[in-house]
């Protein structure tokens, strides 16, 4: 054979390697919108990277499942309990979050699918109460739930779904027994599915029955009670891989494995994380490869982000009318400080100028992806505008109530994630007491 004969199959030869190689990542995601989010997510970030990838939306969980194990899907976001339960047909037996991805695990990795590092959501049945209640009545978790009810002799109402009502096991009737405490018949109402949040929204009922990242949570700001006794099946969810393509695709596990390490590593604020952007679709309105641009965007900002920065108000005086003279600098207590933290960047312990009971505050946060409520004192109620450039809550005080009495100080949580430079970013605070106004200016990251 000649020179150039060689030449041209050794050619040949690498390309048909190359393309061998480039074969697409496919994956895929099952008919719902925190399985849309992530698996665009997952899309958007792999071919950042520089992988390689094909999506394939709307899949029926037995349709996705078949998939991966015959080879038609390489890689998709799994639960932990679809897996241990539903596939393999096991029964809970009160195994903690931990211990069913261990089992999952393990059992997967016989047919060759590699389950990799979790997002510790847990996206089970669950428990709401609204903010307010649950810091009213020390109420956040389902044991406190219970000594209530006790307390008040079953008469709490209660929401609940024809399934959660009706089912023999992880359904009302063994969650009070588990937990030992009873709802009167007379004040538990059962509805459709997804109807039960309007029955809390409306404050027709005390607790409402719903999913660990069901984005109404985040709309309403409300409170999922924990599951302190383990009493649901744990759901996290997982990159599940087959193992040829992460042999196939060197690098490939580690960045899976970077990208959801970027989740809280705590079951309660992982969940929070989730139905705030699972919000961002079914109530927003976004579409799920915008919300994953931004949510990998969000991931990013927080490794660049120290938990213990501070942060300080650099305007000084407030702006009030001329007549009040007893506003000085030097009694101008209000103290801003600000933090980031897992979720975003938070203002905590806004404190009252001396003289004053503050009936109002607002939030001016410029230019962002994305803000929410964490946290608002029972005597205030929010609502949120968003304009062409400025995203504004107002914390407004509600009918009947003293408001923060002066020299005191109040907790006022929100999430934030910045559009832009973290360096640059400002928020502007300003309060009233419903004859005057203060400033305290642009606050920013020093």
Not at 5 to 16: S, T
Not at 84 to 105: P, V
Request: hydrophobic share 40%; aromatic share 12%; net charge negative.
């Amino acid at each position: 054979m000649s020179a150039r004969k060689i030449g041209v199959a050794a050619l040949l030869l690498v390309l048909v390697t190359t393309a061998a190689v480039a074969t697409p990542i496919r994956i895929g995601t099952k008919n719902f919108t925190e399985q849309f989010i992530v698996g665009n997510l997952m899309v958007v970030y792999l071919e950042e990277k520089g992988f390689d990838v094909e999506l394939t939306t709307g899949m029926s969980s037995t349709a996705l499942r078949e998939a991966m194990e015959s080879g038609n899907l390489d890689l998709c976001m799994e639960y932990t309990g679809t897996q241990w339960f539903t596939y393999t047909g096991h029964k809970f037996q009160g195994e903690s979050q931990e211990e069913i991805y261990q089992l999952a695990r393990e059992s997967d990795a016989e047919i060759g699918l590699i389950w990799l590092n979790p997002i510790w959501c847990n996206n089970t049945y669950a428990i709401a109460v609204t903010r307010e209640f649950a810091e009213t009545n020390d109420v956040h978790d389902l044991e406190a739930l219970a000594a209530y009810v006790n307390n008040h002799n079953g008469q709490v109402h209660f929401a609940s779904d024809f399934e959660f009502y009706s089912r023999p096991s992880y359904g009302i009737l063994e969650l009070q027994l588990r937990y030992g405490f009873a709802f009167r018949p007379d004040y538990i109402v059962t509805v459709a599915t997804g109807m039960t949040s309007e029955y809390l929204a409306c404050g027709d009922s005390v607790a409402a029955m719903v999913f660990g990242t069901d984005p109404i949570v985040v709309k309403e700001d409300w409170v999922v009670l924990q599951d302190t006794l383990n009493f649901w099946p744990p759901y996290d969810l997982v990159p599940v891989v087959r193992e040829e393509t992460l042999v196939e695709n060197p690098g490939l596990e580690d960045a899976l494995n970077e990208l959801v390490v970027g989740f809280s590593q705590d079951t309660a604020s992982a969940r929070d994380e989730m139905a705030h952007w699972n919000a961002q679709v079914d109530v927003y309105l976004q579409e799920p490869r915008d919300v994953a641009a931004d949510l990998l965007g969000w991931i990013k900002a927080k490794r660049k982000c120290t938990r213990s920065r501070s942060w300080s108000n650099l305007a000084a005086a407030p702006t009030h009318k001329a007549t009040v003279n007893s506003y000085t600098d030097e009694l101008y207590t209000w103290i801003g400080t600000y933090r980031t933290t897992q979720f975003g960047y938070n203002i905590y312990n806004c404190i009252c100028p001396r003289g004053v009971n503050i009936s109002q505050i607002t939030i001016d946060f410029g230019t962002v992806v994305a803000a929410a409520s964490q946290r608002v004192p029972a005597d205030f109620a929010a609502s949120w505008v968003t304009r062409a450039r400025n995203t504004i809550v107002t914390y407004t005080l509600k009918r009947g109530k003293t408001g923060i009495a002066a020299g005191r100080s109040a907790y006022f949580a929100f999430t934030l994630i910045p559009k832009g430079s973290l360096e640059r970013h400002a928020v502007t605070v300003t309060w009233s007491d419903g004859r005057v106004s203060g400033r305290i200016g642009a606050c920013v990251p020093r």
